[in-house]
């Protein structure tokens, strides 16, 4: 059974830094690009950064290089750093896998609320 369980997000202060952690579980984080998504209040969800097996990731523009997404094959995670953060960061936060195989289906996490203040 397939699991994308997320953690790490809370309350913090603008400026500060968060680091998301989302745990992989169901054989499939050797064969699926993962990545992370987020959805604020009455907005459509965005997504921010993907990572594939080998390592290679890639960013949305709009982050202007403040969020790092990497993963640790060992503990068949990925994480998102998040630095600089300002208001307008606040937002549900997902992890999300995609399969290389057309046919699989994609997977979502539950999401972790991360909520920023001035």
């Known amino acids: 059974q397939v699991q994308l369980v997320e953690s790490g997000g809370g309350l913090v202060q603008a400026g500060r830094s968060l680091r998301l952690s989302c745990v992989v579980s169901?054989?499939?984080?050797?064969?699926?690009?993962l990545g992370w998504y987020r959805q604020a209040p009455g907005e459509q969800r965005e997504w921010l950064a993907k990572?594939?097996?080998?390592?290679?990731?890639t960013y949305a523009d709009s982050l202007k290089g403040r969020f790092t997404i990497s993963r640790e094959n060992a503990r068949n995670t990925i994480y998102l750093q998040l630095t600089s953060l300002n208001p307008e960061d606040t937002a549900v936060y997902f992890c999300?896998?995609?399969?290389?195989?057309?046919?699989?289906?994609?997977?979502w996490g539950q999401g972790t609320q991360v909520t920023v203040s001035s």
């Open positions: 169901g054989s499939i984080f050797d064969t699926y690009v």
């Open positions: 990572i594939t097996d080998s390592g290679r990731a």
């Open positions: 999300h896998a995609r399969p290389y195989a057309a046919t699989s289906p994609e997977y």
